[in-house]
């Protein structure tokens, strides 16, 4: 009897002892573990991320869901703090956990410039002014602090950075590139390295790293070619040549790569013709195979539904091309039932062989293992006064000076308008962009295509230019003041702050590249009476040439996030202007595509341009 019992203990022990479990075993063995006490439908659901508006802790249990995200706009309640975006993922978790085999989920959200989506979080500068910047250290600590804000809230993964050279401003996702030039973009990728954490020296080449729980898994995008297309149309195709592809839309993907890159997501537009979503020379033959990267392939946001035209037209036939062009994770934000019965009857078909779903789930596990969330699957609450901390907003404040270009500084160059007077009697503050945080920020933030007004917590120019003026300074603001009020006044000068109303993706598709109205009136008209700088908010260059005799000084501010205050730095010569170009401005949109190097090259202001100023004495520049 004695003996019965002991190895009734020993099957007992076995039974409960997971390798998988075992944080001290070598992760390809616990990959191997987990994955062989999995089910087809265990698989499947590892491989489908859905947006937390659909799920539940008990469908996440029933369907076994690998991972959720917050789309743009997605969030628990409005203006939800650090704790309830906290609660809403544990919760979500805790129906992974209530699995079978206890599978946590990962959860993915757009921190594009900064954690966007969340109130009073630090919005950073968009990419195209961290361009400008030429300082892969900067962003990477950007990165940094965007992975503690977005940890915060208990998310380990965010779907930055976008690493597309925008080759035509007309592209609504612009803004969301660092430059035309692919040696810009590539020295960027050290975000990476800010959001997941430096590896070690001795850490295998091109695997997944990241380093802890104030890290989070990055996401290099869109692969590849996105900033390519013709006319700069969202989600078009790109025409290019294998060299061409190779030397302009590939570059940063190797850096990003060698950085340990967690994800790579795959970009809506199609490459001469070929979709990209289904694209298997270039997702399976070429990331996976010829750069080795061993993290998962994510699809964009219904990306497999657009495999057809129009949309979802044949979507057995979108998932059976896009699973055996190598995606890993398909983002279905809704209709996700579909999917997974889709897959499961070409999986039970032979359709798509084992091999392929089995390749999918062992790099999605390889992610989340190194991820640690099989040791810390819940969220840590220590973290959540992270959001919108002092420290990034010095961080961010810094970007923007960094990021801002002087592109003219008086109509006499012996005779400079900037740095301006902090002692004036009264100066005005113009424009439709003066004092409005929301279009300060642009796309990706709070909604995914950005909001004006009061949309969280920030300091607008005209606030920042109230803080830096001497305190007997009378400051006026006026969003769009008539000749009438104009010549009743007698001002020192004038701040005139107009651009672009936000927009994301094809919404910001633009053939014009004009700013909102009444931008262009507001300058004529305040320009004509007094001598003015203008600061031009907007996600590209814009439109600008007819206008720019009439201006003193000219500032591209691109779009600076929550943090004016780092604008008036500049203005006033507390800092120096130092930022140059990353893109071409051209004169007329006829010139589009435009970009450096091209033989036609004819810009109103070239790659590369910036005026500098040096910082009124007693302030030190960066």
Known sequence: MGM????LLCFRVEAVYMK?????????????DLMRRMTVEEKIGQMTQIDRRVASPEIINKYFIGSLLSSGGSVPA????????????????????????????IYGIDAVHGHNNVYNATIFPHNIGLGVTRDPKLVKKIGAATALEVRATGIPYAFAPCIAVCRDPRWGRCFESYSEDHEIVQAMTEIILGLQGDFPADYPSNFPFINGRTKVAACAKHFVGDGGTINGINENNTVIDWNGLLHIHMPAYLDSIRKGVATVMISFSSLNGKKMHANYDLITGYLKKKLKFKGFVISDSEGIDKITSPPHANYTYSVQASILAGIDMVIIPDKFIEFIDDLNLLVKKNVIPMSRIDDAVERILRVKFILGLFENSMADPTLANQIGS???????????RRSLVLLKNGKNHDEPMLPLPKKAPKILVAGSHAHNIGNQCGGWTIEWHGLSGDITIGTTIL????????????????????????KSNFFSYAIVVVGELPYSETVGDSM????????????TTVCEYVKCVVIIISGRPVVIEPYLPKMDAL???????TEGQGVSDVLFGDYGFTGKLARTWFRTVDQLPMNVGD?????????GYGLTTIPIEGKETQ
């Open 4 to 7: 019965m019992f002991l190895v």
């Open 390 to 400: 002092q420290e990034h907003r010095e961080l961010a404040q810094e970007a923007v």
């Open 599 to 607: 033989p036609h090259y004819d810009p109103l202001f070239p790659f």
């Open 20 to 32: 998988y479990k075992d944080p001290k075993r070598p992760l390809n063995v616990r990959i191997k």
């Open 463 to 486: 606030t920042a230019v109230k803080n830096a003026v001497d305190p007997l300074t009378e400051v006026v603001y006026s969003e769009n003041p008539d000749r009438k009020f104009l």
């Open 555 to 561: 500032v591209a501010a691109w779009l600076p996030g």
């Open 512 to 523: 014009n590249l004009t700013i909102a109205e009444p931008g262009y009136d507001t300058i």
């Open 78 to 105: 409005p203006k939800a703090s650090a704790e309830t975006w906290i609660n809403m993922v544990n919760e979500f978790q805790k129906g992974a956990l209530s699995t079978r085999l206890g599978i946590p989920m």
